[in-house]
């Protein structure tokens, strides 16, 4: 499995699956969320929709998977990552799961290629550094079978910098 950091807008890779920092509304909002549901057209927000009607939208740190409508990438992954509250509140472990389980969904669905956002590191105001450890650790830890390529696609320079300068370090 590779990994590799891309610094730029999410919406315009051409993966299997691009995931998503969503609301546990599932209906939209601001940031990643909101440049996904924009470029990708109302077709996302239909399933998401639909999802919601049958399991009440979707918790902290967990996953559910929907089309991409017009986004060159085949689904979207949407997880809903901790608000920071200081530290305490079980936000590194809630972080982790939405990495472990984005994959999860991933690989069940038979995916190769899949990009993930800095999830939480926005609107949500989990500090970066310690973001970028629980996500790199998550996603060289997990169990691969038919993932083969992540990627790391950073909006801002300095989770580019963070995220280039842990993957090259052996630890
Ligand atoms: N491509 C890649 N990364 C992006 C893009 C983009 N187009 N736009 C922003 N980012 P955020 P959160 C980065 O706030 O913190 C929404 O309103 C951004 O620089 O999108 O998990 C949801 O509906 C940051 O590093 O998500 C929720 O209510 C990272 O994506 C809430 O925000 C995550 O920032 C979720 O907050």
Not at 11 to 29: C, K, P, Q, R, Y
Not at 47 to 56: L, P
Request: aromatic share 6%.
């Amino acid at each position: 499995m590779k990994i590799d950091v891309l610094k730029g807008d999410i919406t315009t890779l051409e993966v299997d699956a691009i995931v998503n920092a969503a609301n546990s509304s599932l209906l939209g909002g601001g940031g990643v969320d909101g440049a996904i549901h924009k470029a990708g057209g109302k077709q996302i927000l239909e399933e998401c929709m639909h999802i919601r009607n049958q399991q009440g939208g979707c918790k902290v740190g967990e996953a559910v998977i929907t089309n991409a409508g017009k986004l060159k990438a085949k689904k979207v992954i949407h997880t809903v990552g901790p608000k920071w509250s200081g530290g305490n509140a079980g936000e590194s472990e809630k972080l982790r799961t939405c990495y472990q389980n984005s994959l999860r969904l991933a690989e069940q669905a038979d995916l190769q290629s899949i990009a993930f956002p800095n999830i939480s590191t926005g609107v949500y105001g989990y500090p970066k550094t310690g973001a970028a450890e629980v996500a790199l650790k998550a996603v060289k830890d997990y169990p691969y079978e038919k993932v083969q390529h992540v990627i790391f696609v950073c909006f801002d320079d300095e989770n580019y910098r963070l995220y280039s300068n842990r993957l090259n370090d052996p630890q």
